[in-house]
C-alpha cells in the first residue's frame, strides 16, 4: 500500500496563536496529528514533514488548519475555497434572532461591539476647505490603532492640496471623473479607481466635469486630521512610477462564491496598508476574526454588519471600522451582493481569517 500523499483537513481554518521570541513551533502538515496545529507524529508512514517555526518576535499569527496553505506554516486563506468549507450562518437561528438591532440615529456613527462601528458618509457633517466638502470616518481617537480614513467630495474645480506628511496614502475614487496631481505629476482618474502616494508626497484633486467627484483618503499609520499645504511640491518619488489600481476582472481571486480584487499594494509602493476591493454575495457568512483592523466601504446593496452582540444596517456610502481581533460578520440582503472596498492593516491579504 503507497503511503497517504494527501493532507487530511485537520479544520477548515485558520488557528489563532500567540508566539514568542525564540521559541520552535513543529507545524503539522499532514493532519492527521491529535495535537492541531502541531505534530505530533502521526505523519510517520506519510509523505509529509512537520514544518518547523521559530518565532523572532512575540506576535499573533494564524496557523493553517485546513494544511491547503501555499505560506505554511501559516494561513493563505486557501481554506475558503475548499468545497464546503465555506458555512454560512442562519440569520434566523435563535442566538441571530436574539442579536440586539442598533438604529441609525441622527449620528452618523452606529456603535456596535468593542470599538466596531458602522459610519455612514450620507449622515455626516462635512467641513469645507475651498472646493473640497470632508470629514473623518476612522482616526486614532475613534479607536484606530493602524489607520486613518476621510470621506471627501467636490463639484467642478481643484482641491486643496492635502499632504501625505510622514504617511503612506491610498486613494478610492467611488464617483466621477478628473484629474489627479501628485506632486507635479498629472493622472486621469475615473469612478472605482485607488491611487497611492508616498510620505512626504502631496495631492490635489482636479474635477474637470459637472458631476461630483467622491472619494476616500486612507492614512497608514492613522492621523487625526488632513494635513493641508498652501504650493504643490514637485518631489514625486518616480521609483514607484505605478501609482493608479483599476478594476481588472482577470486579476480576481475567487473564495467560495465571494471574489476580491487588490488594487494598491506592495508594487505600488504601499508597505503599510493593501487596498482590495471585492463582492459580497447575498448570505451571511459565518462569524470570523481577522488580525488586521479594516476599513471596509460599501459601494451598492444592502445588508446587515453583524457583530457578536450587535447588528445594525448597512447601504451604500456607509464604511465598517473593524479593529483586529473582533467577531463579525457581513449579510447581504440583495441579488448582485455587495461590491466592497477594504484598506486593510496590517496584511496584504483579505482572505485569512480565523
Ligand atoms: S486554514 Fe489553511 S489556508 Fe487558511
Not at 502541531?38 to 523572532?56: I, M, N, Q, R, Y
Not at 462635512?126 to 470616518?137: D, E, N, Q, S
Amino acid at each position: 500500500m503507497s503511503a497517504p500523499s494527501t493532507p487530511k483537513i485537520a479544520r477548515p481554518k485558520g488557528f489563532y496563536y500567540e508566539v514568542k521570541a525564540g521559541q520552535r513551533y513543529l507545524w503539522c502538515s499532514c493532519g492527521r496529528s491529535g495535537k492541531q496545529p502541531f505534530c505530533d507524529g502521526s505523519h510517520v508512514g506519510t509523505t509529509f514533514k512537520p514544518v518547523l517555526f521559530e518565532a523572532k518576535i512575540d506576535e499573533d499569527v494564524i496557523f493553517c488548519g485546513c494544511k491547503q496553505t501555499g505560506t505554511a506554516p501559516f494561513c493563505d486563506g486557501a481554506h475558503n475555497n475548499l468545497p464546503g468549507s465555506y458555512s454560512e450562518d442562519d440569520p434566523e437561528s435563535p442566538a441571530n434572532r436574539a442579536t440586539a438591532a442598533v438604529p441609525h440615529g441622527a449620528d452618523a456613527r452606529v456603535a456596535l461591539d468593542g470599538a466596531c462601528y458602522v459610519f455612514s458618509t450620507k449622515r455626516a457633517k462635512l467641513a469645507r476647505r475651498g472646493a473640497m466638502a470632508w470629514c473623518k470616518v476612522v482616526t486614532p481617537s475613534s479607536g484606530a490603532q493602524h489607520q486613518s480614513q476621510f470621506y471627501a467630495e467636490m463639484g467642478t474645480g481643484a482641491s486643496p492640496v492635502v499632504a501625505a506628511n510622514d504617511r503612506h496614502t491610498i486613494l478610492f475614487f467611488t464617483e466621477g471623473q478628473g484629474e489627479l496631481e501628485i506632486s507635479g505629476r498629472h493622472f486621469a482618474f475615473g469612478p472605482r479607481t485607488g491611487f497611492y502616494i508616498r510620505p512626504e508626497e502631496a495631492f490635489r484633486v482636479h474635477n474637470t466635469h459637472p458631476l461630483p467627484v467622491k472619494f476616500f483618503i486612507s492614512n497608514g499609520p492613522g492621523q487625526e486630521d488632513l494635513v493641508w499645504r498652501e504650493d504643490m511640491p514637485g518631489n514625486f518619488d518616480g521609483t514607484y512610477p505605478h501609482r493608479c489600481a483599476e478594476v481588472d476582472p482577470s486579476q480576481r481571486h475567487a473564495m467560495a462564491e465571494r471574489f476580491f480584487q487588490i488594487l494598491v499594494h506592495r508594487a505600488h509602493g504601499s508597505t503599510e496598508m493593501t487596498q482590495f476591493i471585492g463582492n459580497i454575495p447575498r448570505s451571511k457568512a459565518e462569524p470570523h476574526k481577522h488580525l488586521y483592523e479594516e476599513a471596509l466601504i460599501f459601494l451598492n446593496g444592502a445588508g446587515v454588519v453583524w457583530t457578536e452582540n450587535a447588528k445594525t444596517e448597512v447601504g451604500p456610502g456607509d464604511v465598517l471600522f473593524l479593529p483586529r481581533k473582533l467577531s463579525h460578520s457581513v449579510q447581504c440582503v440583495v441579488d448582485g451582493g455587495f461590491d466592497v472596498v477594504g484598506v486593510i492593516c496590517p496584511g496584504d491579504n483579505p482572505s485569512i481569517s480565523y
